[in-house]
């Protein structure tokens, strides 16, 4: 059962456009929502995360925008640019430090220039 | 800089052998640390989660025997491959998050090949 799905698996954007990564949950327990970037080789660096009091949280040119009675969760990347190519992933778990993350399967985002 | 690390980033080794990953969470003190794998292409797999301590706890199909976890103080988490074989190469990665806003974080990984 997977418990966290990310679509779509694949994304090109043109420079300067916007890329929208959405997930789903089905857990209603959960109520902490990561994004990762990874680059080849790397491991998984923090983008943003949110938790369900709010429904949008931008840092910079990323923002999540969040709907808790769809368990719906998007990442959006505004004016992007080719050092963004990577692969995003989205994640979420209850909110408590003993708790692991559960991943979706990655979105690899390709920025042409 | 990093919050946690780990450490080597990657590591060779011969079939029947075994490697010792290290993971140290730098900024804070994490009494529960976790440990993933990664196949090319695809998302990270909980692979057992680490608590300083006491006995780690695997996920199912992880064997324990093979992924032998220590997590000897508040901020060094160790995962050690034992007897490997090739179908062990993969990118290891461990996490741990922060106490106070529970944020998770990553080290770089290591890229274990099997040979």
């Known amino acids: 059962q997977q418990q966290v799905k990310q679509s779509p698996q694949s994304l090109i954007v043109q420079k300067g456009g916007i890329s929208i990564i959405n997930c789903a949950y089905e857990?209603?327990?959960?109520?902490?929502f990561p994004w990762y970037q990874q680059f080849p080789g790397k491991g998984p660096a923090l983008l943003i995360a949110?938790?369900?009091?709010?429904s949008e949280k931008k840092e910079g040119r990323f923002t999540i925008s969040f709907n808790k009675s769809a368990k719906q969760f998007s990442l959006h990347i505004m004016d992007s640019q080719p050092g963004d190519s990577a692969t995003y992933f989205c994640?979420?778990?209850?909110?408590?430090?003993?708790?692991?993350?559960?991943f979706g399967k990655g979105t690899t985002l390709s920025v042409s220039s | 800089g990093a919050v946690v690390s780990q450490h080597p980033s990657r590591v060779i080794c011969k079939s029947g052998t075994s490697v010792k990953i290290e993971c140290r969470s730098l900024?804070?003190?994490?009494?529960?640390m976790f440990w993933y794998r990664q196949f090319p292409k695809q998302s990270l797999m909980l692979m057992a989660t680490?608590?300083?301590?006491?006995?780690?706890?695997?996920e199912q199909g992880v064997e324990k025997d093979k992924f032998l976890i220590n997590h000897a103080s508040l901020t060094l988490s160790t995962l050690t491959v034992t007897s490997a074989h090739p179908e062990d190469s993969s990118f290891y990665i461990c996490?741990?998050?922060?106490?106070?806003?529970?944020?998770?974080?990553f080290g770089q990984g290591t890229r274990l090949t099997v040979v």
């Open positions: 996490s741990a998050r922060d106490p106070q806003g529970n944020e998770a974080f």
């Open positions: 857990n209603t327990a959960f109520d902490y």
């Open positions: 949110i938790r369900p009091d709010v």
């Open positions: 994640a979420a778990s209850k909110g408590q430090a003993g708790t692991a993350l559960i």
């Open positions: 900024d804070f003190q994490a009494t529960t």
């Open positions: 680490s608590n300083e301590g006491s006995k780690a706890t695997y």
